[in-house]
């Protein structure tokens, strides 16, 4: 009787040892990041060729049926899985929150009383989403705005190098900096760099590589993003789709894009999303 005990205790443990060992073995899904953007005009996401700008066509993000336009930009939340949206339009900026599994819409700011103007980039920064944005205060022009999730306006700041307001012409591309804490907030062909209250430390003056012939004021930057491996992209306010380096101070023009001013939201978004 041990004997036969014994033998079905050692065939138990080799059953569950090799399970475990085929689960283990198991490959674990990937999802890797792709570059977006939003032709605002309609709607319409586009995965964007970082090497060449070369577009392939998305999906829209809808709200009440239709698709959600005029979309300045997007961020993924992690956290919640779920997509932070900026609009704007003849009757101001509004913020919507979308689910990644639907792609529908939902208003969670109003902006009823046109605090703002509109919220140019988002990011999310410890736990809440952060924008630079035209704000519609007396002492603010062009400055960040923090939201809470459920997108009420939790603080305001104005981009000051010292006791002195940076005075900033517009663009608004807004990204995380290298350096723990740090924001570069783009104007025209500069780029400042803040930490997450809009002290502003730095100033880079960036030179044009592969630009045609241009006024020296001839765009701003509208939108920054980094890829996977920190490469930093922009768009501009006339279509350009752009690398920046901030180290070697230069911006280089990757494509023209047809359209213009219509293309915003440069995002590094999970590829599974649209």
């Given at each position: 009787m041990m004997?036969?005990?014994?033998?079905?205790?050692?065939l138990l443990w080799m059953t569950v040892g090799l399970t475990t060992s085929c689960s283990d073995d198991e490959t674990p899904v990937i999802i890797d990041n792709q570059m977006v953007i939003v032709d605002k005009t309609d709607g319409m996401f586009y995965a964007i060729n970082t090497t060449n700008g070369s577009?392939?066509?998305?999906?829209?993000?809808?709200?009440?049926?239709?698709?959600?336009?005029?979309?300045?930009?997007?961020?993924?939340?992690?956290?919640?899985?779920?997509i932070y949206i900026t609009t704007n339009g003849s009757n101001g900026g509004k913020l919507y929150v979308a689910d990644p599994t639907t792609l529908v819409a939902t208003l969670i700011n109003d902006n009823a009383n046109e605090d703002w103007d509109a919220v140019a980039e988002l990011l999310i920064s410890n736990g809440k989403l952060l924008g630079t944005a035209y704000i519609n205060e007396p002492e603010i022009d062009h400055g960040l705005i923090y939201f809470e999730l459920n997108g009420t306006v939790s603080n305001t700041y104005d981009l000051v190098a010292g006791s002195i307001s940076v005075d900033t012409d517009g663009g608004?591309?807004?990204?995380?900096?290298?350096?723990?804490?740090?924001?570069?907030?783009?104007?025209?062909?500069?780029?400042?760099?803040?930490?997450?209250?809009?002290?502003?430390?730095d100033t880079v003056e960036l030179t044009k590589v592969d630009f045609p012939p241009m006024g020296m004021y001839a765009y701003s930057i509208t939108s920054l993003e980094r890829d996977d491996?920190?490469?930093?992209?922009?768009?501009?306010?006339?279509?350009?789709?752009?690398?920046?380096?901030?180290?070697?101070?230069?911006?280089?023009?990757?494509k023209e894009l047809t359209g213009g001013n219509t293309y915003h939201g440069l995002t590094n978004i999970p590829e599974n999303i649209f």
């Amino acid at each position: 009787m041990m004997n036969k005990f014994i033998f079905f205790a050692m065939l138990l443990w080799m059953t569950v040892g090799l399970t475990t060992s085929c689960s283990d073995d198991e490959t674990p899904v990937i999802i890797d990041n792709q570059m977006v953007i939003v032709d605002k005009t309609d709607g319409m996401f586009y995965a964007i060729n970082t090497t060449n700008g070369s577009f392939t066509p998305l999906d829209s993000i809808t709200f009440n049926g239709s698709a959600l336009l005029g979309i300045r930009d997007i961020v993924y939340n992690p956290s919640d899985a779920k997509i932070y949206i900026t609009t704007n339009g003849s009757n101001g900026g509004k913020l919507y929150v979308a689910d990644p599994t639907t792609l529908v819409a939902t208003l969670i700011n109003d902006n009823a009383n046109e605090d703002w103007d509109a919220v140019a980039e988002l990011l999310i920064s410890n736990g809440k989403l952060l924008g630079t944005a035209y704000i519609n205060e007396p002492e603010i022009d062009h400055g960040l705005i923090y939201f809470e999730l459920n997108g009420t306006v939790s603080n305001t700041y104005d981009l000051v190098a010292g006791s002195i307001s940076v005075d900033t012409d517009g663009g608004m591309g807004l990204a995380f900096g290298t350096a723990p804490n740090t924001l570069l907030i783009a104007d025209e062909d500069y780029i400042f760099v803040s930490d997450l209250v809009g002290n502003v430390s730095d100033t880079v003056e960036l030179t044009k590589v592969d630009f045609p012939p241009m006024g020296m004021y001839a765009y701003s930057i509208t939108s920054l993003e980094r890829d996977d491996d920190g490469n930093l992209f922009g768009l501009t306010s006339e279509g350009h789709f752009v690398e920046i380096d901030i180290a070697a101070k230069t911006i280089r023009l990757i494509k023209e894009l047809t359209g213009g001013n219509t293309y915003h939201g440069l995002t590094n978004i999970p590829e599974n999303i649209f």
